[in-house]
C-alpha cells in the first residue's frame, strides 16, 4: 500500500505526520513513541499511533494487493498477508502471483506458497526466520548418510 494515500483526519498525510513526530521527538526530547501519539491525536485520532494506523488503513480499503492495486480474484492466486513485522504494526497484502515476480518478495522453500514474506527476511537458503538452518541440516545428514554408504562400499 502506498502510505502516501493515507491521510489523517486533518488531510496530513501520514508520512507527513510521521516526520512531525520525528521533529517532535528530537526537540521535545520525548521518546517517538509517545510524540507519535501525541501527533496522532493532533491530527485528529485520539487513540495510540499503530492503532489510529490500523484503522486508516481499513478505510482506505486495505484489502488489495500492494504490488497491482487489485483485490483477491481467484483462488488460484490468493491476496495473502505478508509475514513480515512492520515498523508501523501494519500489514500487506500481496497476490502470490505478483509476489512471485516482485523481487521485494520472497517464499521460504519450507513454507512452501503458504507464506510470503519480504526478501530481506529470507536467507540465502531462501529460508524463513521459523525454517532458518534447515536446509543445512538436511545437506548434512545426506552427506553423512552417503559417507556411511562410501565406507561399507569400501570395505
Ligand atoms: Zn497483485
Ligand atoms: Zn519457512
Not at 55 to 61: F, P, T
Not at 80 to 94: I, K, P, R, T, W
Request: charge should be negative; proline fraction near 4%.
Amino acid at each position: 500500500m502506498n502510505m502516501d494515500k493515507l491521510r489523517f483526519p486533518s488531510g496530513r498525510s501520514v508520512d507527513r505526520a510521521r516526520q512531525d513526530a520525528k521533529t517532535l521527538s528530537r526537540e521535545a526530547g520525548i521518546p517517538l513513541a509517545q510524540a507519535l501519539d501525541q501527533v496522532c491525536s493532533k491530527n485528529g485520532m485520539h487513540q495510540p499511533w499503530n492503532s489510529a494506523l490500523a484503522s486508516l488503513k481499513a478505510s482506505a480499503n486495505a484489502v488489495v494487493c500492494v504490488c497491482c492495486s487489485e483485490p483477491q480474484s481467484d483462488r488460484t492466486n490468493p491476496l495473502m498477508v505478508v509475514s513480515a513485522d512492520f515498523d508501523d504494526g501494519g500489514q500487506e497484502l500481496v497476490h502470490l502471483h505478483c509476489a512471485k515476480n516482485d523481487s521485494r518478495y520472497g517464499c521460504c522453500w519450507c513454507c512452501r506458497d503458504e507464506r510470503i514474506f519480504l526478501a530481506v527476511d529470507l536467507n540465502d537458503a531462501d529460508e524463513c526466520p521459523d525454517h532458518r538452518g534447515e536446509s543445512v541440516s538436511d545437506s548434512l545428514e545426506e552427506d553423512i548418510d552417503s559417507y556411511i554408504e562410501n565406507v561399507r562400499n569400501n570395505s
